[in-house]
């Protein structure tokens, strides 16, 4: 009831991202951990790769999940900002376990990363579940989540680079 009311009376941008049960239940795991409403498309997705990253770690209260590639919270978004541009530039939101590799491969060095592809996937694929493996298939789970990220990554390139990027 108060997600309701709250996307009623504050979030009333964010409504037109609810088109479907997945983006509904990504709501949902932001507002039971940090109980607030995103204002608008961009706070939505701001967070997101943050609160899946911690979800499970903040229901144990003080334990902190070892991660297969060691990369900080903030290395590791940056990787998953990376990966997503790449995979974006490619123009691929679903892809082989193979080509996902190889995407992540550039990633690594374009966020000037340095930990074992299998590990840093690992981490993103099984903690935040961004990115969904089905077998030998692997896709993000909302193209918008790719493109937001994508952006973020573009965003934060050195301004070089993005008049680089816009030409």
């Known amino acids: 009831?108060?997600?309701?009311?709250?996307?009623?009376?504050?979030?009333?941008?964010?409504?037109?991202?609810?088109?479907?049960?997945l983006m509904v239940a990504l709501l949902l795991i932001r507002y039971r951990i940090d109980q607030s409403l995103p204002h608008n498309d961009a706070s939505f997705y701001e967070a997101l790769f943050?609160?899946?990253?911690?979800?499970?770690?903040?229901?144990?209260?003080?334990?902190?999940?070892?991660?297969?590639?060691?990369?900080?919270?903030?290395?590791l978004e940056q990787f998953f900002n990376a990966l997503?541009?790449?995979?974006?530039?490619?123009?691929e939101s679903s892809f082989s376990r193979a080509q996902l590799s190889r995407h992540a491969a550039q990633a690594l060095t374009l966020a000037s990363q340095t930990s074992d592809v299998d590990s840093v996937l690992s981490d993103v694929i099984e903690i935040t579940c961004l990115i969904v493996a089905d077998g030998d298939d692997c896709s993000f789970i909302h193209k918008s989540?790719?493109?937001?990220?994508?952006a973020v990554f573009v965003r934060d390139q050195p301004e070089e680079s993005a008049i680089v990027?816009?030409?």
């Open 165 to 167: 990027f816009y030409k």
């Open 145 to 150: 989540v790719q493109e937001y990220h994508a």
């Open 1 to 21: 009831s108060a997600i309701i009311q709250g996307i009623r009376n504050q979030a009333a941008q964010v409504s037109r991202l609810l088109t479907g049960p």
């Open 50 to 75: 943050s609160i899946l990253l911690q979800r499970h770690d903040k229901s144990k209260g003080g334990y902190i999940r070892p991660r297969k590639s060691r990369l900080s919270d903030t290395n």
């Open 84 to 91: 997503c541009y790449v995979s974006s530039k490619a123009g």
